[in-house]
Nanobody, 130 residues
Framework: VQLQASGGGNVQPGESLRLSCTTS????????VGWFRQAPGKEREGVSC????????YYADSVKGRFTISRDNNKNTVYLQMNSLKPEDTAVYYC????????????????????????WGQGTLVTVSS
């Protein structure tokens, strides 16, 4: 079972993109869903997470104030709105849900986040360049 991430593309610095994460295999509303990214030559980074319990939202310092995570339960989709994009945002972006439906984002920012998050899809490439 994999989540499908989409919406990536090539943009210039300062522009925006909205990524989508969805699946037809299960209902996401009670799961925490995280967005992660991996740039070439770098380790994976937890970008943002939305709780399945109370809708709390969490962001990496590098994206605070620029990225917004949200979910539309009617569409079974979690979004990542990315504004004011910078070249350093260039990466493959992945989404994943918490493995045990705890609804918690506790481990999304850890290097070993895949111990708590699963259903990783193939990701979507975001390239920010002038």
């Amino acid at each position: 079972v994999q989540l499908q991430a989409s919406g990536g593309g090539n943009v210039q610095p300062g522009e925006s993109l909205r990524l989508s994460c969805t699946t037809s295999q299960y209902t996401l509303d009670r799961y925490a869903v995280g967005w992660f990214r991996q740039a070439p030559g770098k380790e994976r980074e937890g970008v943002s997470c939305i709780s399945g319990n109370d809708g709390s939202r969490y962001y990496a310092d590098s994206v605070k104030g620029r990225f917004t995570i949200s979910r539309d339960n009617n569409k079974n989709t979690v979004y990542l709105q990315m504004n004011s994009l910078k070249p350093e945002d260039t990466a493959v972006y992945y989404c994943a849900s918490d493995r045990f439906a705890t609804g918690t984002c506790t481990y999304y920012s850890r290097a070993d986040a895949d111990r708590a998050f699963g259903s990783w899809g193939q990701g979507t490439l975001v390239t920010v360049s002038s």
